[in-house]
């Protein structure tokens, strides 16, 4: 009888299992605006994350990014937040996949990406998001990390 009652117990606070977590291609989310592109102007950058459930600059969040090709689609994916705009904040999506022909740089491996892949900030998407549209934070990004991320991020609004 006590055995029984622990196991129940243990599988009440197992992880459940895995499954794919490659976000699919959506619609637009419903209520409120998703990311935007921005155009860099009057952008505070600043590095102060602090996990207390909301978004800051230097945290790795996730949230949906319309596709560059077809703004009306997106999906839900990791952005390195690195400043603000008035109330919005400002981002850039990070990928697992580097491109030679883009402006990327190199953030390492993470917790928001349960497959331990190395990501990459794709520079040249600068993104307005608002607070209340970021889904979770994911992880703190090294002030290295970030640093490289703002300069690239500056170097490609300068172009």
């Known amino acids: 009888?006590?055995?029984?009652?622990?196991?129940?117990?243990?599988?009440l606070f197992r992880t459940p299992s895995k499954k794919s977590t490659s976000p699919k291609p959506s619609s637009r989310p419903k209520g409120g605006s998703?990311?935007?592109?921005?155009?860099?102007?009057?952008v505070v950058y600043e590095y102060s994350p602090e996990m207390d459930g909301d978004p800051d600059p230097g945290?790795?969040?996730?949230?949906?990014?319309?596709?560059?090709?077809?703004?009306?689609?997106g999906k839900d994916r990791p952005v390195v937040i690195v400043g603000r705009k008035g109330s919005l904040l400002i981002g850039v999506p990070l990928t697992s996949k580097q491109h030679d022909n883009e402006?990327?740089?190199?953030?390492g491996t993470g917790?928001?990406?349960?497959?331990g892949r190395p990501?990459?900030?794709?520079?040249?998407?600068?993104?307005?998001?608002?607070?209340?549209?970021?889904?979770?934070?994911?992880?703190?990004?090294?002030?290295a990390h970030f640093d490289e991320v703002v300069?690239?991020?500056?170097?490609?609004?300068?172009?």
């Not at 990501?119 to 998001?129: P, Q």
């Open 1 to 11: 009888m006590r055995r029984g009652l622990i196991d129940q117990i243990v599988c």
């Open 34 to 42: 998703p990311a935007r592109e921005s155009s860099g102007t009057g």
């Open 59 to 73: 945290e790795v969040v996730w949230t949906w990014v319309p596709y560059e090709e077809n703004p009306s689609q």
């Open 103 to 107: 402006a990327q740089v190199s953030v």
């Open 111 to 115: 917790s928001w990406d349960p497959e």
């Open 119 to 143: 990501s990459y900030a794709k520079l040249e998407r600068l993104l307005e998001i608002e607070p209340g549209r970021v889904r979770r934070e994911g992880a703190i990004l090294s002030r």
């Open 151 to 159: 300069a690239g991020v500056r170097r490609e609004q300068s172009r």
